[in-house]
């Protein structure tokens, strides 16, 4: 006894639905056309226009419609030849899944399944339906009312330029901030209603402004406070460049200037008083250095002025000076019997000092206090 045919549970074949080249070809083609015509058209126009001077805002306007509508035309013909060809791709997965080799209606239903959770595929479709609708909607509009959405559209592109700064002034992103602010300032030059909304964006923007410039100022202080005067200028010169619509920088300027000037006044008068103290008290070598100090870093002050015809004799004083205590420093070695030091200190004298009395009475001096440094005594 043979068993029974069972029965075949292949689905019934039907063929893949055929592609819709021809028809996105000329969608395609017809779209290209489209936006070709409404360009070479709204040229036309405006030429037209200019030669015979009768260019004005509602001739651009009608213009610019026309490139609109041509241009929103082509762009409704190429999403619909889109369109046609997602929803192709989407029969064909249809098709492939139900009629592959298999087990037939499970397959079928896994394959179904399967597509239905493709949500990304679902949402494109969605997505490029909502766009066609509201092409649809601008072109079958009048004239007054596509100009109505036109302003709308413009009034939302201010809206989210300003959106933008104020979140850039939350941020403290003050240079982001500024650039949309002075964008938006541009598009709504002519919008009377905007003018409060840049007030507030600007009064903002300065006030993010006037906190970056205190903390930077703070830093400031801190190199003032460390008497570096000549940084704390500097780094005031750069916020006043860097903040010049800030009332308080340019101030700020001013004030370190003169806290620096009134620092280099006192810093001159010191070292002027440390001048005379060390003439006052014959310390030539003291005086000198501090005059060094002064004309160096003061060297057009008056007070560097005053002390430039002193420097002469000051430094002939100091250099006697000098010379007396080599010549101390010798006599106390001496005492001592350190005849070797003593040696080396006088040849130390005589090749600074060549020229002076004592210099002179030491090159006589000179071989017997080497004979004592090497334990001779010359005279036995």
Same mark, same amino acid.
């Given at each position: 006894?043979?068993?029974?045919?069972?029965?075949?549970?292949?689905?019934?074949?039907?063929?893949?639905?055929?592609?819709?080249?021809?028809?996105?070809?000329?969608?395609?083609?017809?779209?290209?056309?489209?936006?070709?015509?409404?360009?070479?058209?709204?040229?036309?126009?405006?030429?037209?226009?200019?030669?015979?001077?009768?260019?004005?805002?509602?001739?651009?306007?009608?213009?610019?419609?026309?490139?609109?509508?041509?241009?929103?035309?082509?762009?409704?013909?190429?999403?619909?030849?889109?369109?046609?060809?997602?929803?192709?791709?989407?029969?064909?997965?249809?098709?492939?899944?139900?009629?592959?080799?298999?087990?037939?209606?499970? /397959?079928?239903?896994?394959?179904?399944?399967?597509?239905?959770?493709?949500?990304?595929?679902?949402? /494109?479709?969605?997505?490029?339906?909502?766009?066609?609708?509201?092409?649809?909607?601008?072109?079958?509009?009048?004239?007054?009312?596509?100009?109505?959405?036109?302003?709308?559209?413009?009034?939302?592109?201010?809206?989210?330029?300003?959106?933008?700064?104020?979140?850039?002034?939350?941020?403290?992103?003050?240079?982001?901030?500024?650039?949309?602010v002075?964008?938006?300032?541009?598009r709504?030059? /002519?919008?009377?209603?905007?003018?409060?909304?840049l007030?507030?964006?600007?009064?903002?923007?300065?006030?993010?402004?006037?906190?970056?410039?205190?903390?930077?100022?703070?830093?400031?202080?801190?190199?003032?406070?460390?008497?570096?005067f000549?940084r704390?200028?500097?780094?005031?010169?750069?916020?006043?460049?860097?903040?010049?619509?800030?009332?308080?920088?340019?101030?700020?300027? #001013?004030?370190?200037?003169?806290?620096?000037?009134?620092?280099?006044?006192?810093?001159?008068?010191?070292?002027f008083?440390?001048?005379?103290?060390?003439?006052?008290?014959?310390?030539?070598?003291?005086?000198?250095?501090?005059?060094?100090?002064?004309?160096?870093?003061?060297?057009? #002050?008056?007070?560097?002025?005053?002390v430039?015809?002193?420097?002469?004799?000051?430094?002939?004083?100091?250099?006697?000076?000098e010379?007396?205590?080599?010549?101390?420093?010798?006599?106390?070695?001496?005492?001592?019997?350190?005849?070797?030091?003593?040696?080396?200190?006088?040849?130390?004298?005589?090749?600074?000092?060549?020229?002076?009395?004592?210099?002179?009475?030491?090159?006589?001096?000179?071989?017997?206090?080497?004979?004592?440094?090497?334990?001779?005594?010359?005279?036995?």
């Open positions: 006894m043979t068993d029974a045919p069972r029965p075949d549970s292949t689905p019934p074949f039907s063929p893949p639905p055929a592609a819709p080249a021809l028809i996105v070809t000329c969608l395609s083609a017809l779209a290209v056309m489209v936006a070709v015509a409404g360009t070479l058209a709204g040229l036309l126009w405006l030429v037209a226009a200019r030669e015979a001077g009768e260019v004005n805002a509602t001739i651009a306007m009608k213009i610019a419609g026309l490139f609109l509508g041509a241009w929103s035309l082509a762009a409704a013909l190429w999403a619909l030849g889109a369109l046609i060809a997602q929803l192709h791709r989407f029969a064909g997965q249809v098709w492939g899944r139900t009629h592959a080799p298999g087990p037939g209606a499970a /397959d079928a239903a896994e394959g179904i399944a399967a597509i239905s959770r493709d949500s990304a595929l679902r949402q /494109d479709l969605r997505d490029i339906l909502a766009e066609l609708e509201a092409l649809r909607e601008d072109l079958l509009l009048p004239e007054d009312q596509r100009q109505a959405r036109l302003a709308e559209l413009r009034q939302e592109s201010l809206r989210a330029l300003a959106a933008e700064a104020q979140k850039a002034l939350a941020g403290g992103q003050a240079d982001q901030a500024a650039e949309k002075r964008d938006l300032a541009d709504a030059a /002519d919008q009377d209603s905007w003018q409060p909304v007030v507030k964006l600007r009064a903002g923007l300065d006030s993010l402004r006037q906190r970056h410039f205190e903390e930077q100022a703070a830093g400031v202080e801190e190199m003032m406070a460390a008497a570096a000549d704390a200028l500097l780094a005031a010169e750069e916020l006043a460049g860097r903040y010049p619509s800030l009332p308080a920088a340019a101030e700020f300027r #001013s004030r370190v200037a003169r806290e620096s000037a009134t620092f280099q006044a006192e810093q001159r008068r010191r070292l008083e440390e001048i005379t103290r060390h003439v006052e008290a014959k310390s030539w070598r003291q005086a000198l250095a501090a005059a060094q100090r002064l004309m160096n870093a003061h060297p057009q #002050s008056p007070e560097a002025l005053t430039l015809p002193q420097i002469v004799t000051l430094e002939e004083n100091a250099r006697i000076e010379v007396r205590g080599l010549r101390d420093e010798i006599r106390r070695l001496i005492d001592r019997r350190g005849y070797a030091a003593a040696a080396e200190v006088a040849e130390d004298l005589i090749r600074r000092f060549p020229d002076t009395r004592a210099a002179a009475e030491l090159r006589e001096q000179l071989p017997r206090l080497t004979e004592l440094a090497r334990g001779k005594d010359p005279r036995a």
